[in-house]
């Protein structure tokens, strides 16, 4: 708005939407008061904000950017949408046409689902950064990031590990919270979808605490020892040290991935979204860091070594490191 442009405002929900509104409203009061905004601009600012109360209600616009609360939700606005308008969308995969954006805290990562939408990222860019937003160039980096981070955490449980340990180790070293309690607070309806959106799905693990409804107890023990048992594996402790370069080799995954591809451009910009999104440690850097702090020959033979247990395999792009006798740092500057 205060840049000039119209805005159309809208929730499926009716409450929310007049708390919005009144959200929009103090934010104005406060400038005034604080003489960052003129009576009469804040006037003509009100002027172009149109409420929305369903998606069949939008006007003509160019930009819509959502955030569904639903499948249902996101098919209806997708049927909804005004002539001409493309879409951009929050928490949930883009399809064909489509703008994407992964957005944890002040930091989002937008992409493009096909190529024909590329020209129109750097309008979706310009709004989120009129909205205080820093805006990098990635796709679907938060949640994969997050689904390499669940995934390692699962494949450790399943190595011997109890998920309380894992959650420990992690919080330790400096992570706001561990992967499993994150899972827990979220609930299967919530986080289960995010590890959909991101190409993978929950694992064996997670799946089974969703169920039990958390991995304590002497029914989750039981459970995953059956689970065990069916994989063929034979449990070992694992230590904290041993948790901790699992994870991190493994969190490296979707980042070297992401660069390899072009997917995304710079280390540090996945680095941030590891710290937005997952709460990785700012004194410990970032996964992409941390995977020049190992360095490439070190990370691919435990990457390799992790495959055996179903991670990813390494990409290419460790090999053109080794080879070339670069960093990470060094190669994408």
């Known amino acids: 708005m205060r840049r000039g442009l119209s805005v159309q405002i809208g929730t499926t929900a009716p409450e929310a939407l007049a708390q919005l509104l009144t959200g929009i409203a103090r934010a104005q009061e406060q400038a005034v008061a604080a003489g960052q905004l003129d009576?009469?601009?804040?006037?003509?600012?009100?002027?172009?904000?149109?409420?929305?109360?369903?998606?069949?209600?939008?006007?003509?616009?160019?930009?819509?950017?959502?955030?569904?609360?639903?499948?249902?939700?996101?098919d209806r606005l997708r049927q909804a949408l005004p002539a001409g308008a493309v879409l951009a969308l929050s928490g949930t995969a883009p399809g064909p046409g489509e703008l994407g954006i992964d957005r944890s805290q002040r930091?989002?990562?937008?992409?493009?689902a096909t190529p024909e939408r590329l020209a129109d990222l750097p309008r979706?860019?310009?709004?989120?950064?009129?909205?205080?937003?820093?805006?990098?160039?990635?796709?679907?980096l938060g949640l994969r990031l997050e689904a390499a981070w669940l995934g390692a955490a699962d494949?450790?449980?399943?190595?011997?590990?109890?998920?309380?340990?894992?959650?420990?180790?992690?919080?330790?070293?400096?992570?706001?919270e561990g992967p499993f309690a994150r899972a827990a607070r979220l609930g299967a309806e919530r986080s289960f979808p995010r590890l959909i959106a991101a190409g993978g799905e929950p694992g064996p693990v997670l799946a089974t605490l969703a169920v039990l409804g958390g991995g304590t107890g002497e029914a989750a023990e039981t459970a995953l020892a059956a689970?065990?048992?069916?994989?063929?594996?034979?449990?070992?402790?694992?230590?904290?040290?041993?948790?901790?370069?699992?994870?991190?080799?493994?969190?490296?995954?979707?980042?070297?991935?992401?660069?390899?591809?072009?997917?995304?451009?710079?280390?540090?910009?996945?680095?941030?979204?590891?710290?937005?999104?997952?709460?990785?440690?700012?004194?410990?850097?970032?996964?992409?860091?941390?995977?020049?702090?190992?360095?490439?020959?070190?990370?691919?033979?435990?990457?390799?070594?992790?495959?055996?247990?179903?991670?990813?395999?390494?990409?290419?792009?460790?090999?053109?490191?080794?080879?070339?006798?670069?960093?990470?740092?060094?190669?994408?500057?």
């Open 107 to 112: 930091l989002a990562a937008i992409w493009a």
């Open 39 to 74: 009576p009469a601009r804040r006037a003509a600012d009100w002027a172009r904000l149109d409420p929305v109360a369903a998606p069949e209600a939008f006007g003509a616009t160019d930009l819509v950017i959502a955030k569904p609360a639903s499948i249902a939700e996101r």
């Open 227 to 333: 689970l065990r048992a069916e994989a063929g594996i034979v449990p070992r402790p694992l230590s904290e040290t041993e948790i901790l370069a699992r994870i991190l080799a493994e969190l490296a995954l979707p980042g070297l991935t992401a660069l390899e591809t072009a997917e995304a451009f710079r280390p540090g910009d996945i680095d941030l979204m590891a710290g937005a999104e997952l709460g990785f440690p700012a004194p410990h850097g970032g996964p992409m860091f941390q995977a020049d702090r190992i360095g490439a020959l070190a990370l691919r033979k435990r990457l390799r070594a992790l495959t055996a247990e179903g991670a990813p395999a390494p990409p290419a792009l460790l090999d053109a490191l080794i080879r070339d006798g670069q960093t990470l740092a060094g190669r994408f500057t």
């Open 155 to 176: 494949r450790c449980v399943l190595a011997g590990a109890a998920p309380q340990a894992v959650d420990a180790a992690l919080t330790r070293w400096g992570f706001a």
């Open 124 to 140: 979706l860019a310009a709004v989120l950064r009129a909205g205080g937003m820093r805006v990098i160039h990635a796709r679907a």
